[in-house]
């Protein structure tokens, strides 16, 4: 496997991957997510993708509503694979990372594995759109996500760089917003579920929407 691999198809993949449950953390494909690793069994997990060629590992979020085991949580049934495109040691013992989304995929089942992390059987060909990039896009209702981002940037007194929003594609844009928007596991799984980018977009919509309209009515502070 080359250092600097493109995937084309949901073939390309392997069909067992490392699995990292991280509640509230949303991969979407070609987005990039950064993380600090220190937990002994992820520094392993991180040497095997490595070793392996792949440099893959799959970001799923565990399902707590629906599990009694709090070490071994069950999983939600969709997640996304990312591939370690970035990574430095910090001196102290930690992988400081990134990884880029490549697709999403379904657990087919979770496998009994001597590792110290999980790994899960699973199925990528379900998302084989995910290897188009901007598939989609200009369906996306760009005005109405900019409406309501600003909404939502008034409402908690920050500011963004416009130049680099009005410059990027719909893809980046929905799926940017969505990985950094500030909500809990249930609406990030919802938009990681989404059928397309136009229904992510509409999701993520609706929950800033939702979201603005309950702090605007219970005078609580905005969301941070």
């Known amino acids: 496997m080359p250092i600097n691999a493109e995937y084309r198809g949901p073939g390309?993949?392997?069909?067992?991957?490392?699995?990292?449950?991280?509640?509230?953390?949303?991969?979407?494909?070609?987005?990039?997510?950064?993380?600090?690793?220190?937990?002994?069994?992820?520094?392993?997990?991180?040497?095997?993708?490595l070793r392996d060629g792949h440099r893959l590992i799959g970001m799923i979020q565990p399902d707590v509503t629906h599990s009694s085991d709090e070490e071994t949580p069950v999983l939600f049934r969709i997640g996304c694979v990312g591939r370690i495109t970035q990574l430095a040691e910090s001196?102290?013992?930690?992988?400081?990372?990134?990884?880029?989304?490549?697709?999403?995929?379904?657990?087919?089942?979770?496998?009994?594995?001597?590792?110290?992390?999980?790994?899960?059987?699973?199925?990528?060909?379900?998302?084989?759109d995910d290897f188009t990039a901007r598939k989609g896009e200009e369906a996306v209702d760009r005005q109405g996500l900019l409406d309501v981002l600003n909404d939502f940037l008034k409402a908690n007194n920050l500011k963004v760089d416009w130049e680099g929003i009005d410059a990027a594609p719909n893809e980046a844009l929905v799926n940017a917003l969505a990985m950094m928007s500030p909500y809990g596991p249930a609406e990030k799984q919802a938009?990681?579920?989404?059928?397309?980018?136009?229904?992510?977009?509409?999701?993520?919509?609706?929950?800033?929407?939702?979201?603005?309209?309950?702090k605007r009515t219970s005078g609580d502070p905005p969301v941070q």
């Open 12 to 49: 390309e993949l392997p069909e067992i991957i490392p699995v990292f449950p991280l509640p509230g953390a949303l991969l979407l494909p070609r987005g990039q997510m950064p993380l600090n690793i220190f937990e002994p069994r992820y520094l392993a997990m991180v040497d095997d993708a």
């Open 91 to 128: 001196g102290d013992g930690r992988y400081i990372l990134e990884l880029t989304g490549v697709s999403r995929f379904k657990v087919v089942e979770e496998l009994k594995v001597l590792t110290l992390y999980r790994q899960c059987k699973v199925d990528f060909f379900t998302f084989a």
């Open 191 to 214: 938009m990681l579920e989404a059928p397309d980018l136009k229904t992510r977009a509409e999701i993520l919509i609706a929950v800033t929407e939702m979201d603005l309209a309950k």
